[in-house]
């Protein structure tokens, strides 16, 4: 029997540290890191804030050369090796993905490291998109002990694998709204 999927999930930090907190779904709290500015309610490029808001999960953009097709309810894409993120305000792709040059410097979805394995695009700054307003706001694996993001939520990957499994593009997301932060008992 499969799963039913998330309705909603709440993003909120950890009392006395900022850059960590919680994932809230049915019932379960999952250890997240934050961004390294915290969640701040007025997002600014660069900033390391991670946005306070409601979102939802855009698609799935997955390492196909390092993992198997994760089950989710999301429309998935495989990152290749030219995929990128605009993260430049002055330019009119500002937020969104861009086909990076082979000998560019600009930011790639193809990453060394394991962070970009997994990531869930999220609606932040899109309708209407802003510039300066954040960009590359997105769900991905994280780095060891929780370390902060830029300003993503970052989750361990079988955390993430099994929330994928669990979401699809109606699934709210509720970063620092609704209620105080939580204490894990």
């Known amino acids: ?3 039913q999927q998330l309705k909603r ?3 909120r930090a950890r009392p006395g540290r900022s850059t960590q907190g919680w994932l ?3 019932g379960q709290a999952i250890p997240v890191a934050l961004g390294r500015g915290g969640i701040r309610a007025n997002k600014r490029e660069g900033d390391g804030g991670t946005p306070r808001g409601l979102f939802h999960p855009v698609r799935l953009w997955w390492r196909a050369d390092r993992l198997s097709r994760p089950k989710t309810g999301l429309p998935v894409r495989a990152i290749r090796p030219d995929d990128g993120w605009c993260e430049d305000p002055r ?3 500002y937020n969104q993905p861009v086909h990076v040059p082979a000998r560019s410097g600009a930011d790639r979805l ?3 490291d394991a962070l970009y394995d997994l990531i869930i695009e999220l609606d932040h700054n899109t309708r209407p998109r802003i510039a300066g307003r954040g960009s590359a706001v997105f769900v991905h694996i994280a ?3 929780f370390a902060p993001t830029a300003g993503c939520v970052a989750l361990t990957r079988p ?3 099994r929330l994928l499994a669990r979401i699809g593009p109606r699934t709210a997301i ?3 709204i609704g209620h105080r932060p939580v204490t894990k008992r």
């Open 24 to 26: 809230l779904a049915d």
């Open 174 to 176: 509720e970063i620092g």
């Open 1 to 3: 029997m499969a799963q």
């Open 143 to 145: 780095r060891p002990a």
């Open 159 to 161: 955390a993430l694998q």
């Open 91 to 93: 330019d009119r792709r």
């Open 9 to 11: 999930i709440a993003v």
């Open 110 to 112: 193809t990453r060394s």
